[in-house]
């Protein structure tokens, strides 16, 4: 067991995007994040929730997050005394959903644990590789910006292109993209915006040659999925419908995907992930590492899960450039040429905070304790 959380700090910070992002459901230009900062055996940890501003890519959001790790989550991890990251999930288990603001605080412990035991998060997981293929998404733009966006996305050596769609914002912008870049690895990604009424739609997608199609219906429909995914060419991935391993078992089972998003933020933390990866290697199901436009913490963090070798398909993990005009680490994180990014190797996350910068861009901060 480890040692017992001497105090926690929830900080709110802003930092501006350098372009738009604008999917079916969100529409962000700064991106608004939590940071959760755990001191434990004087040592401390980072994390960062996933939760968006509003509540449009699932039903959290950054207040709801703020607010639940206040007067619940916190609460009950600062009155478990000894505890580490392995046994936290079970004292957060009494609140239930949640998943994004349990993720922020299991990772910062993992952080705070790592930083005193000398470890890596990427080991601490069963990561093995040094260094994860990465891809980029791009939000919504006019097809001409759009066009622009990728010729630089695909010029700094991405492995592959991710667009945003909905219905009747599809074929033009893909058309246009696979027209100008026959090569690129394409995929798509719909938020959940079709209906089961929009076979046709879906079904038109398939001549572009897309390496998948992410969340075309509403999360809750995973038979409607399956008759999709039975119906296109095109592989189904599912993102928001996958809150957890089992689900992603059932869901695979079922026929509703036959790729997986892995995102530790919505199925409730890192050591969750894993499991979830575990799924996809036992049914030989691709799955591959998403994104939700961290910062460089959480970052750091997903290139740890995404070290392990059944991510398959390259990540939502940009370069720090690709969001920000500045992050709030001190070493943001480069894609090298060949459309990789290392992994971290020294204790924990592996990247040193930019405290100075976090103070300047804090919107709000709090401290919790015994
Ligand atoms: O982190 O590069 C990133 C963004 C990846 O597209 C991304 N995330 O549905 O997969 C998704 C979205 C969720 C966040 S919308 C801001
Ligand atoms: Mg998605």
């Known amino acids: 067991m480890g040692a017992p959380i001497e105090r926690v700090e929830l900080r709110r910070v802003a930092l501006p995007l350098v372009a738009p992002f604008r999917t079916a459901t969100v529409d962000l230009t700064v991106r608004e994040v939590l940071l959760v900062r755990v001191v434990a055996g004087g040592v401390e940890g980072w994390g960062e929730c996933g939760a968006l501003p509003e509540p449009g890519y699932t039903a959290e959001y950054v207040d709801g997050a703020h607010g639940i790790l206040r007067q619940h989550l916190v609460p009950l991890a600062l ?97 246009a993209v696979r027209a100008k870049f026959p090569d690129v690895a394409l995929w798509a990604d719909a938020n959940g915006s079709y209906s089961p009424d929009d076979r046709d739609a879906l079904r038109a ?59 530790a933020a919505r199925v409730g933390g890192y050591l969750e992930a894993v499991r979830v990866h575990d799924v996809g290697r036992a049914r030989d199901v691709p799955v591959w590492c998403g994104g939700m436009l961290e910062t460089g913490i959480g970052r750091a963090a997903n290139l740890a899960v995404a070290s392990l070798l059944g991510f398959t398909l390259p990540a939502d993990l940009s370069a720090s450039a690709r969001y920000f005009a500045r992050d709030v680490i001190v070493e943001p994180f480069t894609l090298a040429p060949d459309g990789t990014m290392a992994v971290p190797t020294s204790a924990g996350l592996g990247v040193t905070v930019d405290l100075d910068y976090l103070d300047a861009i804090t919107l709000d901060r709090e401290v919790l304790a015994p």
């Open 79 to 175: 009155a478990a005394g000894e505890i580490d990251g392995a046994s936290l999930g079970a004292v957060l288990a009494p609140v239930r959903g949640h998943p994004m603001a349990k993720a922020a605080l299991e990772v910062a412990v993992l952080d705070a644990e790592l930083r005193a035991t000398g470890g890596s998060l990427a080991a601490r997981l069963g990561g093995t590789r040094d260094r994860v293929e990465c891809g980029v998404s791009v939000g919504r733009f006019p097809v001409a910006e759009l066009l622009e966006q990728v010729e630089g996305y695909v010029a700094d050596g991405y492995r592959r292109v991710k667009l945003k769609i909905l219905p009747g914002h599809d074929v033009e912008p893909i058309a």
């Open 205 to 263: 997608l398939d001549e572009y040659g897309l390496g998948l199609l992410e969340q075309p219906l509403p999360e809750d429909d995973l038979l409607g999925s399956a008759a999709v995914a039975a119906e296109i060419a095109t592989p189904v991935c599912l993102d928001e419908a996958i809150t957890s391993a089992r689900a992603a078992d059932q869901a695979i089972a079922l026929g509703a995907c036959s790729v997986v998003n892995v995102k």
